[in-house]
């Protein structure tokens, strides 16, 4: 702890008020744990009786302060400028401070996310205050000591902690994508948008983006719309050449339980649950999964869960919205080949 830390160490935080969003996007296009952090925001602020607030930085990106409104913000902090258009720590970092210093939010949220951990962590370690990292649930404690309980997996994920920032504000966090839910958009909703100057040239940011690579077949399952997912009962590697068949039929992705990780059948950015991502979709297929707790807090979000499995009595069928008892080597191709006719 240093000096400049201890000074500004105090028990009154009153001045520090309200719930600050950090809107991650790319290329002008929001990723979607903005909006479900927005979501989650909302309900802590309305717990707390505090403005919601947002903030977007980057280039021609106007258009999300207006969805941030839509999706809950009641204020927009709005940062726009041609050098901002590709994240960099600095730049990023030093804006965000300066709301931070001037909007006096008592808790700030950014997604769990390569973008949000790095940023979140620049500015941790500038501000006298903590960041409790990879969140999946998140509370208040009503007033008078309105402290954010910011709960993560711990212990190999074996437990729950809730982490508290009792001397220091803002509490930041970073959250997991896909465990909060994003408020329906409402293009009714009105709120106050404030435009602020980027405070560095081009000349004054030490690094510069050169390009960038796009990753071949880079997995993310947690912007999917449609996921078929494998598990053990699949019994080797070659059944999701099966599985990707009728992913790429609904234009999904292929997801996969660790026990199908673990055997080495399918790389681990596939895993959905406890230890892999956790997934939001429009249509969840869970085909030869069991329905392990450590599979469902990963999937049971999904809007529709249609399981496969040849065992009528199998826990995944207790989440599923639709059941589908039977070899799964049978019902799959049957069920692609309909779509394909589609
Ligand atoms: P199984 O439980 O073996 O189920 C296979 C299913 O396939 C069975 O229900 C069977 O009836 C069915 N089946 C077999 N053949 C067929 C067929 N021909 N047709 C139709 N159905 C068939 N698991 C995760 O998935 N994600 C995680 O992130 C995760 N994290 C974990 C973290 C910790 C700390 C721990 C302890 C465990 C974690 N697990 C996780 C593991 C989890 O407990 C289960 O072991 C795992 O999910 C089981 O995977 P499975 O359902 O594919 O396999």
Redesign the pocket.
């Known amino acids: 702890m240093t000096a400049a830390r201890d000074a500004e160490q105090t028990s009154d935080w009153s001045d520090y008020r309200g719930v600050l969003v950090v809107v991650e996007q790319r290329d002008g296009e929001a990723k979607k744990i903005s909006w479900q952090l927005l979501g989650e925001g909302k309900r802590l602020a309305e717990k707390l009786e505090v403005q919601l607030m947002a903030l977007v930085i980057g280039h021609e990106v106007g258009h999300l302060a207006q969805e941030a409104i839509y999706y809950g913000a009641d204020k927009v902090f709005l940062c726009e400028a041609p050098e901002l258009k590709a994240y960099r720590t600095r730049p990023y970092s030093r804006i965000a401070m300066k709301v931070i210093g001037e909007a006096k939010p008592e808790i700030c949220l950014f997604g769990a996310t390569g973008t949000g951990r790095d940023l979140a962590g620049a500015i941790a370690t500038h501000l006298p205050t903590g960041l409790t990292a990879d969140t999946t649930e998140l509370d208040v404690e009503p007033p008078p000591s309105r402290l954010l309980l910011a709960s993560r997996p711990a212990f190999?994920?074996?437990m729950m902690a809730t982490i508290l920032c009792k001397q220091y504000r803002p509490q930041m966090a970073t959250a997991r994508a896909g465990v909060f839910q994003a408020l329906p958009r409402d293009a009714t909703r009105e709120g106050e948008v404030i435009r602020i100057a980027n405070g560095m040239t081009e000349e004054q940011i030490a690094t510069r983006v050169l390009d960038f690579i796009q990753e071949r077949d880079k997995i993310n399952l947690e912007e999917a719309e449609i996921i078929v997912a494998g598990?053990?009962?699949l019994?080797g590697s070659e059944p999701f050449a099966m599985l990707k068949e009728l992913a790429d039929a609904l234009g999904g992705i292929v997801g996969a339980?660790?026990?199908?990780v673990d055997a080495g059948w399918i790389k681990h950015e596939h895993?959905?649950?406890?230890?892999?991502c956790t997934v939001r979709p429009k249509l969840y297929f869970a085909i030869?999964?069991?329905?392990?707790v450590?599979?469902i807090v990963?999937m049971s979000n999904s809007d529709v869960i249609v399981a496969?499995?040849?065992?009528p009595e199998?826990p995944?069928f207790n989440t599923a919205h639709y059941r589908i008892v039977?070899?799964?080597?049978k019902i799959v191709p049957a069920i692609t080949a309909e779509v394909k006719k589609k």
């Open positions: 190999s994920e074996k598990g053990r009962g019994g339980s660790r026990a199908a895993q959905v649950g406890q230890t892999g030869g999964i069991s329905g392990a450590q599979h990963g496969i499995n040849k065992d199998a995944i039977g070899d799964l080597f």
